[in-house]
């Protein structure tokens, strides 16, 4: 990723917004391997409904990081 010319308008937000990108990344690998090794129904259900809260935590995550870029 390239240096930008010009500060973020919230550095602290911004940060933040990464790091939660990331750490979600991390997250949805683990319910993945889980999900893995998982036979019965309901709980790969609980893992999948996991992993899409989390994807829809980065989607909003990753917009805000352009509103503030």
């Known amino acids: 990723m390239s ?3 010009l ?3 919230d ?3 911004e ?3 990464e790091w939660t990108i990331e750490k979600d990344a991390r997250d949805i690998a683990q319910i993945m391997h ?3 090794q998982t036979n019965g129904r309901r ?8 992993a899409k809260d989390l994807i829809d935590e980065m989607l909003h995550a990753i917009r ?3 509103e503030l870029r």
Do not use: C, K, N
């Open 34 to 36: 889980w999900l893995e």
């Open 15 to 17: 940060e933040v917004l």
């Open 7 to 9: 500060p973020s308008d």
């Open 3 to 5: 240096e930008r010319l």
């Open 43 to 50: 709980d790969r259900m609980v893992l999948m409904s996991r």
């Open 64 to 66: 805000r990081l352009d």
């Open 11 to 13: 550095p602290v937000a």
